[in-house]
């Protein structure tokens, strides 16, 4: 086995669970373990104690355990990690074919970078068939910027777009956007009537090959992600682009989930620019990030929309400083006009279409997601104590992008945090009791303290206590501990 390939394969695979690499001790752990040795002799060469060598190795297994979805020891590391490397082998070759055949830029422009997976997996998706590609993701994690490209590099005759309003009262009706591409794009008549508008548009598109962008879906969308009731016509439009005999290609970008069981399409989660996506953007913008560059873009999950704005920011009023700027402006990630109206936005939305799903939300911040990075979904329940359908809840929060998740764990995307925790501190009495379920939780969930981990969910607990001033309680803390 190639043990430097599979300590790059799993570094990679921690980092994309966690958001964090693999510690030395951790990366000397697995690199001995594949070589054969035991703890004891770890222990020796890394200069700790077998003891802390051991907990390091348990907590790994977990760890890589929940990352692949199968039980991972040390006795079985070697098979698991080969059979890792073969699926990442396969894997790549498929995305080499579509490449070959399809979008293979040979240089990126300076502000679109990190993309090329997301496009593969697109030019995946298309070869396999599908006709409508909702992209669906959080507010500027750049949506609407993907899909432009990948439609432009997709080798269509022609391509249509639609930019939805966004105010649900400015929603231009779906028939007035049909006539709109029959007449001035296709050079065809429109009908009389709706439905022969429609025959007349599926008709072209089984002629020609057409890339159609749908942007900014959801505030057409009520409460359950279907089209709100001015506005079901555009499930007629999505029917005929769904037709297995078109020609067309359709991308649909929305923050909120389409959850029509009539159609017949699939959905694409579009998460923040990873790390070397952001130094790519700084150094190509003339920025030194080197120094800081980790921390921010931690705080901001690799958001695009936030990327670009400290850019330009610190162009402009930091002379390229990217450190003083966060060294002023660390504590206070929303201090910037445009990301706290982007974040604040999605809330007062959910606000209005989903008052208890709001009222999760902003629960939700009180978690603090450092040491324990993720909760259980047993963790998310603990703050819906006066819901009658709590799991309703929870799909609503993920259905619009607000609540991350990913094998059985959640947390909240940093920007949305901070917001969460801000609105719920002006509510007094909730803000106290969320944070004493929260401490409540952590303390039930912690039988023992016999390793690192353990210790660090029994601190939580204590965190929770302080945070309203409970010292009787953050004192059982220490003794129930």
């Known amino acids: 086995m190639n043990v430097e390939a ?6 990679k695979a921690v980092y994309h669970h966690t958001d964090k690499h693999l510690t030395d001790l951790q990366q000397a752990v697995i690199t001995n373990v594949l070589a054969g ?6 222990a020796d060469l890394y200069g700790c104690t077998e003891g802390h060598a051991k907990d390091t190795g348990s907590l790994l297994w977990k760890l890589l355990s929940q990352v692949w979805e199968a039980k991972v020891t040390k006795s079985n590391l070697r098979s698991v990690v080969n059979r890792q490397l073969q699926l990442v082998a396969e894997s790549q070759a498929d995305i080499a074919i579509v490449q070959a055949t399809d979008y293979s830029p040979t240089v990126e ?3 679109f970078v990190g993309r090329q997976s997301a496009i593969a997996n697109l030019q995946a998706l298309v070869a396999r068939g599908h006709k409508i590609i909702v992209l669906q993701g959080e507010g500027g994690v750049g949506k609407t910027t993907l899909a432009q490209q990948f439609l432009a590099h997709l080798g269509c005759d022609r391509s249509l777009e639609v930019l939805m309003a966004k105010e649900t009262i400015n929603i231009v009706a779906v028939a007035s956007v049909v006539e709109e591409w029959l007449q001035r794009d296709l050079h065809e008549d429109s009908g009389k009537e709706f439905g022969v508008t429609l025959a007349r548009l599926k008709r072209c598109l089984e002629q020609q090959s057409i890339g159609i962008l749908i942007d900014n879906l959801e505030p057409a969308l009520d409460k359950n992600g279907r089209f ?5 016509n555009y499930l007629e439009l999505l029917r005929i682009l769904g037709d297995s005999k078109v020609q067309s290609t359709t991308i649909i970008t929305s923050r909120d989930r389409l959850c029509e069981a009539d159609l017949d399409l699939e959905h694409y989660r579009l ?7 952001w130094g790519q953007y700084f150094a190509a913008h003339q920025i030194d990030s080197e120094q800081v560059l980790t921390e921010i873009h931690h705080t901001y999950g690799g958001n695009a929309k936030a990327m670009g704005m400290l850019c330009g920011i610190v162009r402009e009023d930091y002379e390229g400083d990217l450190s003083l700027y966060w060294q002023e402006n660390r504590h206070d990630p929303l201090i910037e006009t445009d990301l706290t109206n982007l974040v604040a936005s999605q809330f007062n939305r959910l606000q209005q279409l989903d008052p208890q799903a709001y009222q999760l939300l902003c629960r939700l911040g009180c978690y603090r997601y450092q040491d324990v990075a993720t909760i259980s979904l047993q963790g998310v329940l603990s703050l819906l104590w006066d819901s009658a359908r709590p799991r309703r809840v929870i799909k609503s929060l993920r259905n619009r992008s607000l609540l991350e998740f990913d094998r059985g764990q959640y947390w909240l995307h940093p920007m949305v945090q901070a917001e969460a925790k801000l609105r719920l501190q002006s509510n007094s009495a909730d803000w106290c009791q969320a944070q004493s379920a929260i401490a409540n939780f952590f303390t039930q969930s912690i039988t023992r303290i016999d390793n690192i981990q353990s210790g660090l969910t029994a601190l939580e607990a204590y965190y929770h206590c302080i945070a309203t001033a409970d010292y009787a309680g953050a004192a059982k803390v220490i003794l129930h501990s």
């Open 6 to 11: 599979a300590l790059v394969l799993v570094n």
């Open 271 to 277: 998460t923040g620019l990873n790390l070397n996506a």
């Open 228 to 232: 709100i009731a001015d506005h079901r």
């Open 37 to 42: 040795r035991k703890y004891g002799e770890i």
């Open 109 to 111: 422009k300076p502000n």
